[in-house]
């Protein structure tokens, strides 16, 4: 049982390029999340989706795009990558409704992106 | 903007011993959850306590819930090596989860 598989693991970006970050749980979950983690700031909610077919922003959303393709992936794509996204970037699924935090998180192990 | 701070930001003791860790946050919630991040890796949940509850126990693990107060705690009995990690609470208010900053915790054999 893979749970939250994301990929890829690490990427280097120079400024501008475009990249998306893949996710898939194998949980049946419902609910799915990107969330950027940066040193000193915890984790920061970037955009949710509470069903396939849905998406919201969450706390930090500019610069980014999502698509739950269904109900198994979510993807997060940088359109024209700049250093200031140079973060660790973690999916998340959970058996919840949207954002509520009525439910346990699962984490995937992250995609450590660096921006030059 | 975070909703739970933790407390200390860092905390080393040795193997055995018990490890404290506190949340506080500003605004009702409707629970309370614990999670632990190993070096490199994803956050593992380890707890939820709802806001009707004061205590809640998972091995060796404790948790309370000051309401009141709004503060949190997490206990962790007889420590090992390998509970050495970050913690973070997640606090749930209106339709939102946010985590605080997160204690790291250093476990010596």
């Known amino acids: 049982n893979a749970g939250v598989t994301q990929t890829p693991k690490f990427q280097v970006l120079k400024t501008g390029q475009s990249m998306t970050l893949q996710c898939a749980q194998d949980?049946?979950?419902?609910?799915m999340y990107w969330y950027r983690q940066d040193p000193g700031m915890g984790l920061r909610l970037i955009y949710y989706?509470?069903?396939?077919?849905?998406?919201d922003k969450g706390e930090v959303p500019n610069g980014y795009n999502v698509s739950r393709l269904n109900k198994r992936e979510f993807s997060l794509r940088l359109e024209s990558a700049a250093p200031s996204q140079t973060s660790v970037y973690f999916c998340?699924?959970?058996?919840?409704?949207?954002?509520?935090?009525?439910?346990?998180?699962?984490f995937g192990d992250g995609t450590r992106l660096s921006i030059l | 903007s975070q909703q739970g701070e933790e407390d200390p930001q860092a905390l080393s003791i040795q193997e055995g011993e018990n490890a404290t860790m506190n949340c506080s946050y500003k605004t009702s919630i409707n629970n309370l959850q614990w999670y632990r991040q190993n070096s490199g890796r994803g956050l593992v949940h380890l707890i939820l306590?709802?806001?009707?509850?004061r205590e809640k126990h998972s091995g060796r693990l404790r948790v309370t819930l000051d309401t009141s107060k709004k503060s949190s705690s997490l206990l962790i009995t007889a420590s090992r090596a390998a509970d050495t990690a970050s913690y973070f609470c997640?606090?749930?208010?209106?339709?939102?989860?946010?985590f605080g900053t997160g204690t790291r915790l250093l476990v010596s054999p």
């Open positions: 997640a606090t749930t208010g209106f339709q939102k989860l946010v």
């Open positions: 949980m049946n979950h419902n609910s």
């Open positions: 998340a699924s959970s058996a919840g409704t949207g954002n509520s935090g009525n439910q346990p998180q699962h």
């Open positions: 989706s509470a069903s396939e077919g849905t998406t």
């Open positions: 306590i709802r806001s009707n509850e």
